[in-house]
């Protein structure tokens, strides 16, 4: 893996939530990807705020961090879906 210094591309992504229940429901069943998706092109952080998700793709190139962007993205729309049938 190359140094943190070397990923010269970051978005933060945040996800707020109407609970800190959810956000800690999507958080954790986010949170088992960090360092299973990164290589040596991007990688990812995921912490939780109250009731805030964020996740943060750093990456080399800008192709990097749009693919690391769009598969955080689906990760999360997965865990919403998934969090939101399980209360039904």
Same mark, same amino acid.
Request: proline residues 5%.
């Given at each position: ?30 949170? %088992?990807? /960090?360092?299973d998706? *990164?290589?040596?092109r991007?990688? =990812?952080? $995921? ?5 805030? @998700? &964020? %996740?943060? /793709?750093?990456?080399? *190139?800008?192709?990097?961090?749009? =693919?690391? $962007? ?5 990760? @999360? &729309? ?11």
């Amino acid at each position: 893996m190359p140094a943190p210094d070397a990923y010269d591309h970051r978005a933060v992504l945040r996800f707020p939530y109407p609970d800190q229940r959810r956000a800690s429901v999507v958080h954790g069943a986010i949170a %088992v990807e /960090v360092g299973d998706i *990164d290589d040596e092109r991007s990688t =990812a952080a $995921v912490d939780r705020a109250g009731d805030t @998700v &964020e %996740v943060t /793709v750093r990456a080399r *190139d800008l192709v990097a961090l749009r =693919a690391g $962007v769009n598969t955080w993205t689906r990760l @999360v &729309e997965t865990a919403e879906t998934v969090a939101a049938t399980a209360e039904r």
